[in-house]
């Protein structure tokens, strides 16, 4: 049912997917040179700056989202929960290579940070591996339930 934990972990994953859109993953001051970078022009990585990130961000979003309305069918709500988190690692992985790349490319002297958003996409991973996981322990209480009868 819509009401189980796994739903909840599915929706904390939707948020914190949709939270990389306002918490970016590396900032810089005004008036920094770091903002020569072209990903770091506006003061701020997101998702937006790379078409990677921003696909893989909406896939997340859409597979998560996706699996929240498919209580009635566990398994394929399980597969996509898995999907989830495989997406996650890459999303994460993806976002580090975003963030290596804009301080490859900042001169010296630069003083852009790295922000809280970065640890985003690592977390959408966790919430989603954890309702896989919590589908799965669903399913074999269905199962069992079904041998009593």
Known sequence: MIQRIQTLWLLAAVAAVAATFVLPFMQAPDGDP?????????????PTDNTGLLGLSALGALTALAAIFLFKNRPLQGRLALAGAGIGVLLLGLAILAVNMAKAEMPQGANATLSPGVVLPGLYGIFCWLAARAIRRDEALVRSMDRLR
Request: glycine share 8%.
């Open 34 to 46: 770091a903002r020569a970078v072209t990903a770091l022009a506006d003061g701020a990585l997101t």
